[in-house]
């Protein structure tokens, strides 16, 4: 697919701090529906590129798509008009603590639409529903595990019924079993809304479990070395790939 027709792309995204490149001619093109993914070891300029593609970094050179519109290029009314249509779940939650988890999700509803308050509650009690905490309206963060607080998390970064979800290791501190039941769940809300997610992560358990496509950073060549379904490559993948795939040991 071509990255102009693409629901998100990059191309030819060199990424940098400085005189330090983190990675360089990156290529991707995403489909509609997809949960993609991508993958490496830590360090290697996963959480870098999506603060790339959310605008929270410039590149060094290349462009991010939306559509068939420069992201990269876009003036920052336009950046505004394409950022209203993804949602973000950050790895540390990102909740307002002194705010109860129904006031935390009816935020990005009261700042971007002109819903009634009686919608907006009906609203954010659907959301809450969704993830499984109906009934956890008045709690507050703080009040709930760290898996709740994850998916508190993730009912308000779909609060807006996004076309795109960003999600950065989503697993990050959780148990293997919360971070299979959040795969669970992230699959749900996929396709509940017809939501494309973009996932970043180094747990090989949610990317066998989850990705539609994956995307491998190498740190070490500073460029993207493999890309296609889990399964393929954690099979056939290069030696780095099928190591990463294996828990960092080389056949």
Same mark, same amino acid.
């Given at each position: 697919?071509?990255? !102009?027709?693409?629901?998100?792309?990059?191309?030819?995204?060199?990424?940098?701090?400085? %005189?330090?490149?983190?990675?360089?001619?990156?290529?991707?093109?995403? &489909?509609?529906?997809? /949960? @993609?993914?991508?993958?490496?070891? #830590?360090?290697?300029?996963?959480? !870098?590129?999506?603060? =790339?593609?959310?605008?929270?970094?410039?590149?060094?050179?290349?462009?991010?798509? @939306?559509?068939? &519109?420069?992201?990269?290029?876009?003036?920052?009314?336009?950046?505004?008009?394409?950022?209203?249509?993804?949602?973000?779940? @950050?790895?540390?939650?990102?909740?307002?603590? #002194?705010?109860?988890?129904?006031?935390?999700?009816?935020?990005?509803?009261?700042?971007? !639409?002109?819903?009634?308050?009686?919608?907006?509650?009906?609203?954010?009690?659907?959301?809450?529903?969704?993830?499984?905490?109906?009934?956890?309206?008045? @709690?507050?963060?703080?009040?709930?595990?760290?898996?709740?607080?994850?998916?508190?998390?993730?009912?308000?970064?779909?609060?807006? %019924?996004?076309?795109?979800?960003? /999600?950065?290791?989503?697993?990050? #501190?959780? %148990?293997?079993?919360?971070?299979?039941?959040?795969?669970?769940? /992230?699959?749900? /809300?996929?396709?509940?809304? =017809?939501? !494309?997610?973009?996932?970043?992560? =180094?747990?090989?358990?949610?990317?066998?479990?989850?990705?539609?496509?994956?995307?491998?950073?190498?740190? &070490?060549?500073?460029?993207?070395?493999?890309?296609?379904?889990?399964?393929?490559?954690?099979?056939?993948?290069? &030696?780095?790939?099928?190591?990463?795939?294996?828990?960092?040991?080389?056949?």
């Amino acid at each position: 697919m071509n990255v !102009t027709e693409a629901i998100l792309g990059v191309r030819d995204l060199t990424m940098a701090f400085g %005189d330090r490149v983190v990675m360089e001619h990156l290529d991707l093109a995403i &489909e509609p529906g997809e /949960i @993609y993914v991508v993958m490496g070891g #830590s360090g290697c300029g996963k959480s !870098t590129l999506l603060r =790339h593609m959310l605008g929270l970094q410039e590149p060094a050179s290349g462009e991010v798509f @939306y559509g068939s &519109e420069s992201f990269t290029r876009a003036l920052p009314p336009d950046r505004e008009r394409m950022l209203r249509r993804v949602g973000v779940l @950050y790895q540390g939650s990102a909740l307002w603590t #002194s705010m109860t988890l129904a006031e935390n999700v009816a935020l990005p509803l009261q700042q971007f !639409t002109k819903l009634r308050p009686g919608r907006i509650r009906e609203v954010v009690e659907l959301k809450l529903a969704l993830v499984g905490l109906h009934g956890f309206e008045e @709690y507050y963060p703080w009040e709930l595990s760290g898996g709740m607080q994850k998916r508190a998390g993730l009912a308000r970064a779909i609060a807006l %019924d996004p076309e795109i979800l960003f /999600i950065d290791e989503p697993s990050a #501190s959780l %148990d293997p079993p919360t971070g299979r039941r959040l795969d669970r769940l /992230i699959l749900e /809300i996929r396709d509940a809304l =017809h939501t !494309t997610v973009v996932v970043v992560t =180094h747990d090989v358990a949610s990317i066998l479990g989850i990705a539609t496509r994956a995307l491998f950073l190498d740190g &070490e060549s500073r460029r993207s070395i493999a890309e296609g379904s889990p399964a393929e490559l954690r099979d056939h993948g290069p &030696e780095a790939v099928r190591a990463f795939f294996a828990g960092g040991i080389l056949p």
